[in-house]
């Protein structure tokens, strides 16, 4: 486990590919709580990634540090940008906005054209900051979040990530190439803002840009 930060009140840390991101064997808190070596620690998760997702979160320990953070969710304070690797060209910046909705028995989520009582809005901005080849390396921020929101409009729009399994039929030899790289709140007791990055492994996909 890579640990960014920790304090009294919140740890922020890099969430490995394949770990769940809620408090279960051996999901994410409790893999923290044997890195801190607290079997007892309370570490609250407050925001989620997909399982195959990586990168940075932010664990509140105590409750009132997780009733801050989860307001500051709700009313879209806190900022979170996505690093992915996508197969084709992208433009240098773009937006997507569709109406999305999930199939609970399937897991997955669609693009669609046809306004219903389960659908919902979905949005992002990406910028492009590489390319190679056919493949391009996509900053995304998210304005609204939906369950697998990034990989199902991608995908819808021509770009699937690299190493997609659910939206994809390619058949990529690597992990899922989606990654936690900025994540921004305000302390939820102090009020200060912080601001934590972080870079992807230099493996595959990563280092081809």
């Not at 609970?104 to 590489?130: H, I, P």
């Amino acid at each position: 486990m890579k640990i960014i930060y920790k304090d009294s009140d919140i740890i922020v840390c890099i969430k490995p590919p394949r770990v769940l991101s809620t408090d279960e064997p051996g999901g994410l808190p409790e893999l923290l709580r044997e890195e801190l070596g607290e079997k007892t620690a309370d570490i609250r998760t407050v925001h989620r990634l997909d399982r195959v997702v990586s990168g940075l979160m932010v664990l509140a320990r105590n409750h009132s540090a997780a009733a801050e953070l989860s307001r500051q969710i709700r009313q879209d304070s806190f900022k979170k940008i996505y690093l992915a690797a996508v197969h084709g060209v992208t433009e240098d910046r773009g937006q997507m906005r569709d109406l999305m909705y999930r199939d609970k028995a399937r897991k997955m989520s669609f693009v669609t054209d046809t306004e219903s009582r389960d659908t919902r809005e979905a949005v992002l901005n990406y910028e492009t900051l590489g390319r190679n080849g056919d493949m391009s390396l996509v900053r995304v921020e998210l304005v609204t979040g939906r369950t697998h929101q990034i990989r199902c409009q991608f995908a819808s729009h021509g770009f699937p990530l690299i190493g997609e399994r659910k939206y994809s039929e390619l058949n990529d030899p690597c992990q899922l190439a989606l990654f936690s790289s900025e994540i921004g709140f305000s302390h939820p007791k102090t009020g200060k803002y912080l601001y934590f990055t972080e870079k992807p492994s230099e493996i595959y996909p990563w280092n081809l840009f």
